[in-house]
């Protein structure tokens, strides 16, 4: 996460907070310096039962929402600095135009500041990778994994 000429007044250290398919992780807590550097991969597995069409599963992605958040460790209960909100769908799947690098596989989103973030607002950099996998359930019905 990059946000040039912008200093914390609160040292207190760092986390990324993500939201996708209905589950939550975060990252490693780092030292509230930009740039800031999450060198992690974070798994996200869902089953979508009773689903056989790829394009059910399409329309699925598009009425769930990947939550990303920005935040610092400052008591009581951490401060949101900035978050990014988009359906799932568009967040696994990006337009091509919207990545680039390996494979097309990077990209670069401006976060939605908070009042408590004072500067311009974070880019974070990031990757996706995305596997979609026909599994049988133990009653004989496919699903999409």
């Not at 769930?64 to 008591?75: C, G, H, N």
């Not at 939605?112 to 996998?133: E, H, V």
Request: charged fraction near 25%; aromatic fraction near 10%; include cysteine.
């Amino acid at each position: 996460i990059t946000c040039p000429g912008v200093l914390l007044k609160d040292k207190q250290e760092l986390y990324l907070s993500v939201f996708v398919l209905g589950q939550y992780k975060k990252t490693q807590c780092v030292p509230a310096v930009f740039p800031l550097s999450f060198q992690e991969k974070l798994v996200f597995e869902k089953a979508f039962a009773n689903i056989v069409d790829p394009g059910d599963l399409v329309k699925l992605l598009e009425f769930d929402t990947a939550i990303l958040e920005l935040i610092q460790l400052v008591p009581p209960v951490g401060k949101v600095l900035a978050t990014y909100e988009e359906n799932t769908r568009d967040f696994l799947f990006p337009d091509p135009k919207l990545t680039h690098g390996h494979r097309g596989l990077e990209r670069e989103i401006l976060m939605k500041r908070s009042p408590f973030f004072t500067g311009i607002a974070p880019k974070l950099r990031f990757s996706t990778i995305s596997l979609i996998s026909d599994s049988l359930l133990s009653s004989g019905r496919s699903h999409i994994q």
